[in-house]
């Protein structure tokens, strides 16, 4: 099984491990099959809960759903409904979402994606309208600002570095789902700072990117702590959780060389750099300097940034 390295704050507040949730997106096979194959690989028993929802009970990483994901999941079951839900099969993908595991869980579920792989699944480079995606829900390591605040504005000052280092899928950039985040809200975080509150950055967050759709949503987090506030201001349903939702990641699960374990890699290193006040404030400086008044293009940033990582040894880890 493939090794998960611990986070620099492996801990949470009460001394327990950081947990993680993981979403899968893929296709090529259907939802029944999808939760043979998880039963088979992990134990437990698959049970059919609707047309196309599944759950595997009991398995040896807790409870997995399987689902077709698609908003229709959700609506009064009829005739129609699972109409609408079978044609969409072919660009709809089939969703695997995990209870928050350790990292042997981490190791466990990677190891499933080996078996769903040899099956047949599919990713997201395997067809024009795919975008499927691997999503992480890391456990916030505490309620303190500092712990919010500070891997938000680590992502923030890389997020054009991790897209250019290993690209996402063509139809995902296209797609609005993980957009990245606007140079002015980068450039209002940065001139809050590594010590701002948490309550500062919540306002500057849904002044300037109140959407769900970014590389890294932080509106469930934040609605953990202020569910008013959060629905107030935003119209899409947000599920409120202690933990970063990271989007960004493709999910190429039918290619061998890629793994689950890969892309939290890329997470490590956003909290690799969040938890070294220098290199922050480094990156900080050199971002506001690359920029200046005007950002014209994000990729001279993105190539001074992996220098910048590569240096602190960090680039490629």
């Known amino acids: 099984m493939a090794e998960f390295a611990p986070l620099p704050q492996p801990l949470?507040?009460?001394?327990?491990?950081?947990?993680?949730?993981?979403?899968?997106?893929?296709?090529?096979?259907?939802?029944?099959?999808?939760?043979?194959l998880?039963?088979?690989?992990?134990g437990g028993t698959p049970k059919q809960v609707d047309s196309h929802i599944w759950h595997i009970e009991d398995s040896r990483i807790g409870r997995l759903e399987v689902y077709l994901d698609i908003f229709l999941r959700n609506a009064q079951k009829s005739k129609l409904r699972d109409l609408a839900l079978d044609?969409?099969?072919e660009v709809v993908p089939v969703e695997i979402v995990s209870e928050p595991l350790d990292m042997d869980g981490l190791a466990r579920l990677d190891a499933l994606r080996e078996?769903?792989?040899?099956?047949?699944?599919?990713?997201?480079?395997?067809?024009?309208?795919?975008?499927?995606?691997?999503?992480?829900?890391?456990?916030?390591?505490?309620?303190?600002?500092?712990?919010?605040?500070?891997?938000?504005?680590?992502?923030?000052?890389?997020?054009?570095?991790?897209?250019?280092?290993?690209p996402i899928d063509e139809s995902r950039r296209l797609l609005p789902f993980t957009d990245p985040y606007p140079t002015d809200f980068v450039r209002a975080l940065i001139g809050a700072g590594p010590g701002a509150t948490r309550d500062h950055v919540t306002g500057l967050y849904l002044e300037h990117?109140?959407?769900?759709?970014?590389?890294?949503?932080?509106?469930?987090?934040?609605?953990?702590?202020e569910p008013d506030r959060i629905a107030a201001a935003i119209a899409d349903k947000t599920s409120a959780r202690p933990t970063f939702h990271f989007r960004l990641p493709d999910c190429r699960i039918d290619e061998a060389g890629w793994s689950i374990?890969?892309?939290?890699?890329?997470?490590?290193?956003?909290?690799?750099v969040a938890a070294d006040a220098a290199l922050l404030d480094r990156l900080a400086r050199a971002w506001e300097d690359d920029h200046g008044l005007l950002t014209i293009s994000r990729q001279s940033w993105a190539l001074r940034a992996g220098r910048i990582l590569q240096t602190a040894g960090l680039a490629g880890t």
């Open 87 to 89: 044609l969409g099969r």
């Open 261 to 272: 374990a890969w892309e939290w890699r890329r997470w490590r290193t956003v909290e690799r």
């Open 209 to 225: 990117t109140p959407s769900r759709n970014r590389g890294l949503d932080m509106l469930p987090v934040f609605a953990h702590f």
């Open 38 to 42: 998880c039963a088979e690989a992990v």
């Open 115 to 166: 078996v769903l792989r040899e099956a047949g699944a599919l990713g997201s480079r395997a067809g024009w309208f795919f975008g499927f995606g691997l999503h992480l829900n890391i456990e916030i390591a505490s309620d303190e600002d500092a712990d919010i605040v500070r891997p938000l504005l680590a992502y923030a000052l890389i997020e054009d570095w991790l897209r250019t280092d290993d």
């Open 12 to 36: 949470n507040s009460k001394g327990d491990p950081r947990l993680v949730g993981v979403e899968i997106e893929l296709g090529g096979l259907p939802e029944a099959e999808v939760a043979r």
